[in-house]
């Protein structure tokens, strides 16, 4: 069963910018934190980023200060802004939502971004 979305990835050249987004279904009950991970060919998946119920963000030193995480409670929804992009963004994006009722971990099933020189 498919309860989480992702959607907004593509090819896109060096410096150039994408917005990922994450629909969770309303079947989650008790979101706490909503994190993004990401996964290059022949790499290991690794945190980019995260941000918690109340707001609170973090963000692997590899993209800080151009990536921005956040949320829309209403509809359900966390994006990822990614701007300034460079060639080893390129990877396999995957949200991840943890949910307080019962504790659980969610995945989805990955977009593609691909940045080029």
Do not use: H
Not at 4 to 10: A, H, M, W
Not at 78 to 94: F, G
Not at 97 to 104: K, Q
Request: net charge positive.
């Amino acid at each position: 069963q498919v309860q989480l979305v992702e959607s907004g990835g593509g090819l896109v050249q060096a410096g150039g910018s994408l917005r990922l987004s994450c629909a969770a279904s309303r079947t989650i009950l008790r979101i706490n934190t909503i994190s993004w991970y990401r996964q290059a060919p022949g790499q290991q998946r690794e945190f980019v980023a995260s941000i918690t119920s109340g707001g609170g963000t973090n963000y692997a030193d590899s993209v800080k200060g151009r990536f921005t995480i956040s949320r829309d409670n209403a509809k359900n929804t966390v994006y990822l802004q990614m701007n300034s992009l460079k060639p080893e963004d390129t990877a396999v994006y995957y949200c991840n939502v943890e949910s307080l009722g019962p504790t659980r971990n969610y995945w989805g099933q990955g977009t593609q971004v691909t940045v080029s020189s």
